[in-house]
């Protein structure tokens, strides 16, 4: 991630692995595929931690609002960042990679939201007739990440306050309440 895709080596990567090229290129036939199972692995790590978030009955809004915590910690962690940075300067050359990181990621990400709210939408606690389950996770996993990700990406040197944080979780989950939620 330090030296992104196209300037890191399979030298640099053997070196660092402390391993023979030989035993490199045995794993991974190409470098492309040393990234991608890089790219899986991360994304494993981010989803990992979010897995143990479950919908409780009357409390929809205290975990969405755990949810999105738990998101942002995840997107603006540095190593997410610097992956996602990696990933959007190759996109135009290596379109496979940038597919294995939605797929391992953000689309792993918005199930596992659309599991919760599909939850909340069979208790009646919110209504979504309208877009879906798979919609709205979507649109809650967007208003997590959109603007604080955003903002963390144009400015690499700051890190947002936990005041900050805690307002931008706020105004996702009263947003997506009244959008969705049933009195």
């Known amino acids: 991630m330090a030296h992104g895709f196209s300037a890191a080596t399979t030298d640099m ?4 692995a402390e391993v023979s090229k030989s035993t490199v290129y045995s794993y991974y036939p190409t470098k492309e595929e040393l990234f991608v199972a890089v790219i899986e692995a991360e994304c494993r790590t981010f989803t990992d931690s979010i897995q143990g978030i479950k919908f409780r009955p009357g409390k929809l809004g205290e975990t969405l609002a755990e ?3 738990a998101y942002l910690n995840i997107v603006l962690s540095e190593t997410a960042l610097s992956l996602l ?19 391992a990621g953000p689309s792993v990400i918005a199930s596992m939201v659309a599991e919760i709210l599909g939850s909340a939408a069979a208790s ?14 979507d649109l809650f996993a967007n208003m997590v990440r959109g603007g604080p990700q955003f903002q ?5 040197n700051t890190s947002p306050s936990a ?3 805690d307002q931008w979780v ?3 989950v009263t947003t997506f ?7």
């Open 13 to 16: 990567i053997q070196r660092a």
């Open 67 to 69: 949810l999105a915590r």
């Open 85 to 103: 940075r990696v990933i959007i300067a190759e996109a135009p050359r290596f379109p496979e990679q940038a597919r294995a990181f939605y797929l």
């Open 124 to 137: 009646g606690e919110v209504d979504l007739t309208e877009c879906g389950r798979l919609g709205a996770a």
């Open 152 to 156: 963390c990406l144009l400015h690499p």
């Open 163 to 165: 005041a900050q944080i």
């Open 170 to 172: 706020a105004m996702v």
């Open 177 to 183: 309440m009244r959008a969705y939620g049933r009195e």
